[in-house]
């Protein structure tokens, strides 16, 4: 089975700090995601990537960067953490289209 | 209008009961479509995808309608364990993906 590992399942962080999570998937694949999941809104994509070193933005990158330095592992970054980023964040990856996703376990962040 | 609609529910059944949800898309061009499953507080789990001929798997029928723009779910001969969110996601080419906010079906004995 694929498996998606996200680094850690629950955070807290003050607003301001600069926050790092870590997806790292041990298929081979080339497409990674990373979503943000709010009740009422479900899933909005915030960055994709289909490459290692490539990245594109989704719905709602702002405040968000990530890195892809390999090709298993795909980071997402809050430059500087505020309240309204406090939600669940998954990770995604699949091995091509039209394949469906497998997902990891998610980090549910708390920005206070 | 959201690209990808659901009634987010809840469907309240009984066990045993046959239970169908159906999810709109906004754009025409649409190419994959698939259901997943989320439980409280898990990640979503994929399902089913969903192709134009419909496709089933066991107690789960999933099926496309392309000239109405939906896609549903029909589940037979619901057990607790069917208690879940289900969201559908729909592929409008490359690699976006939209997922529908989901609808919270509860089964009870």
């Known amino acids: 089975d694929v498996k998606v590992t996200q680094s850690s399942r629950y955070l807290v962080k003050r607003t301001g700090e600069k926050v790092f999570l870590e997806c790292v998937q041990d298929?081979?694949?080339?497409?990674m995601f990373w979503y943000r999941q709010d009740p009422g809104l479900g899933l909005r994509l915030i960055y994709f990537?289909?490459?290692?070193?490539?990245?594109e933005k989704g719905d709602i990158p702002e405040g968000y960067s990530v890195s892809r330095e390999k090709k298993e592992r795909f980071s997402l970054i809050l430059e500087s953490a505020s309240t309204n980023q406090t939600s669940m964040y998954l990770c995604?990856?699949?091995?091509?289209?039209?394949?469906?996703?497998?997902f990891g376990s998610g980090t549910r962040l708390t920005v206070v | 209008r959201k690209e990808v609609e659901q009634d987010p529910g809840p469907f309240n059944v009984p066990e045993g009961a046959t239970v169908a949800f159906n999810c709109t898309y906004s754009?025409?061009?649409?190419?994959?479509f698939f259901w997943y499953r989320q439980d409280c507080r898990k990640e979503p789990k994929l399902l089913m995808s969903?192709?134009?001929s419909g496709n089933e798997d066991g107690r789960f029928t999933a099926q496309l309608n392309r000239a109405s723009q939906y896609i549903s779910l029909l589940i037979r001969d619901s057990k607790l364990s069917d208690s879940a969110t289900y969201l559908c996601?729909?592929?409008?080419?490359?690699?976006?993906?939209?997922f529908g906010a989901g609808t919270r079906l509860f089964v009870k004995a």
């Open positions: 298929m081979d694949h080339e497409n």
């Open positions: 990537s289909y490459d290692v070193k490539m990245k």
């Open positions: 754009n025409s061009a649409s190419q994959s």
């Open positions: 996601a729909v592929n409008t080419g490359g690699f976006k993906t939209i």
């Open positions: 995604a990856s699949n091995g091509g289209f039209p394949l469906g996703y497998t």
């Open positions: 969903v192709y134009s």
